[in-house]
């Protein structure tokens, strides 16, 4: 609950000092992680869902999402590829359900991909496939953000 | 977004029984049937609270209670942060809201379940009606606000030590003088002190006392001695420890 409630004391204070001030001037805000990270990862952390989306609902809405889905494994070779250790919050290790980084990463993230998939529905997200070449990806990403910009908001 | 659910789905109100969560609650932490009391003592600052609190343990403790006192931003976890983020000029008022809620939500974890586990009697020096008047005087929307509380358990007891603007402002003048925070500063409604503070407190007095019949608030007059409040304190958890099930000695 702490851990929920820092991220959103965090998030706060990026919204008013870092988020609105250039919306208001009419500028493109690219958020990297935005509510639905806290909504996937406390949830899993076993937070309420409804309680912790009452909590956020503060925030502005973004008017788009984007989510990159990859593969547990995938994300696993990636991250000890580029460092020796997996973090402990990242890993899940603060709930005790193994001893093993690499394993507790496993539960965690599942968990965590479970409630990213209920949240593409929820709230719309678009989802790109993440275990595909980077210029793959930012290609379609370009293309969503492009055909975002130029559907005129009502 | 609109949302239709009524506050009581989810959010602190009254109404809830005594000793189980608000609203969603901690859904890891089941709490039925703990054997522990929650005794809330609520009031602006400088009413007597914590003299009331100390002269209660003991009066607890002599009777064979073991006793746990928790209060307002005195978490391990966050009274440093806290401090820090009072001291710099930063703090808006979703971060001052959200940054209070951290401090309770670390305290009724480490702090208030275990102890009602184990059968203690929880002291708590203020209780989430000050972060809801706090909030509330500073135009946080009222309905969020008690659904973010929903994670709160319901006190058994809640004392309110009422006090007019006017004793207050002696009181606190004759202790430690008005503080910044206390004198809502924050609010900018003018430099100087005394006005702010009589502004802010007023409102904060609006604020409790809207509670009071939600949450079934026992209002005393904190104008009165400091032997009379406890007399009375006593009295009344005298006859509420009497009539609930005799908790586990655990001391």
Redesign the interface.
């Known amino acids: ?2 851990f929920s ?2 991220h ?2 965090d998030f ?2 990026r ?3 870092k988020i609105v001030p250039p919306l208001k001037a009419g500028m493109i805000v690219l958020a990297d992680r935005y509510t639905y990270t806290a909504f996937a990862r406390d949830v899993a952390r ?3 869902r ?2 912790v989306r ?2 956020y ?2 925030a502005v ?1 973004p008017d788009l999402a984007v989510y990159f889905r990859v593969p547990i494994d995938v994300s696993l070779d990636r991250l000890l590829a580029r460092r020796v250790k997996l973090k402990f919050y990242e890993a899940g290790m603060d709930m005790g359900w193994s001893a093993n980084y690499t394993e507790s990463f496993r539960i965690f993230q599942t968990k965590v991909l479970d409630e990213y998939d209920q949240l593409v529905e929820e709230f719309g997200l678009q989802v790109i496939e993440a275990g595909s070449s980077i210029t793959d990806q930012q290609r379609d990403f370009r293309r969503l953000v492009s055909e975002n910009l130029e559907t005129p908001k009502s | ?1 609109t949302d239709q659910r009524p506050p009581e789905d ?1 959010g602190a109100h009254g109404g809830v029984t005594p000793g189980q969560y608000y ?6 932490a089941a709490i039925d049937n703990y054997p522990g009391k929650i005794i809330a003592i609520e009031g602006t600052d400088g009413v007597g609270r914590s003299t009331q609190i100390a002269l209660l343990r003991e009066w607890l403790e002599v009777q064979g209670y073991g006793v746990v006192e928790t209060g307002w931003t005195r978490s391990q ?2 009274q440093p942060t806290i401090d820090l983020a009072k001291a710099s000029n ?1 703090l ?1 008022k ?2 001052f809201v ?2 209070y ?2 401090d309770f ?2 305290r ?2 480490k702090e208030i379940i275990p102890a009602l586990k184990a059968g203690f009697i929880v002291l708590a020096d203020r209780y989430i009606y000050t972060a809801i008047a706090r909030a509330g005087v500073r135009g946080v ?1 009222s309905l ?1 606000i008690r ?2 509380y ?2 709160a358990i319901a006190p058994h007891l809640v004392f309110y030590l009422r006090i007019d603007v006017d004793a207050l402002a002696r009181r606190v003048l004759e202790s430690s003088g008005m503080a910044y925070w206390e004198s809502g500063m924050d609010m900018k409604a003018g430099d100087d002190i005394w006005d702010s503070f009589r502004s802010y407190q007023r409102q904060l007095l609006k604020e409790y006392a809207s509670m009071a019949d939600e949450f079934g608030f026992r209002v005393l007059d904190g104008k009165k001695s400091v032997n009379s409040i406890q007399d009375e304190l006593r009295r009344q958890i005298g006859e509420f420890l009497a009539e609930s099930a005799s908790p586990r000695m655990t001391a």
Do not use: I, K
């Open positions: 609950m702490t409630l820092l959103a004391t706060a204070d919204l008013l000092y076993g937070v309420h409804q309680w009452d909590l609902g503060f809405r | 977004m989810s609203g969603h609650g901690l859904p890891y976890l966050m930063t808006n979703l971060t959200l940054l809620a951290c939500a670390d009724l974890e929307d969020w659904r973010l929903g994670f």
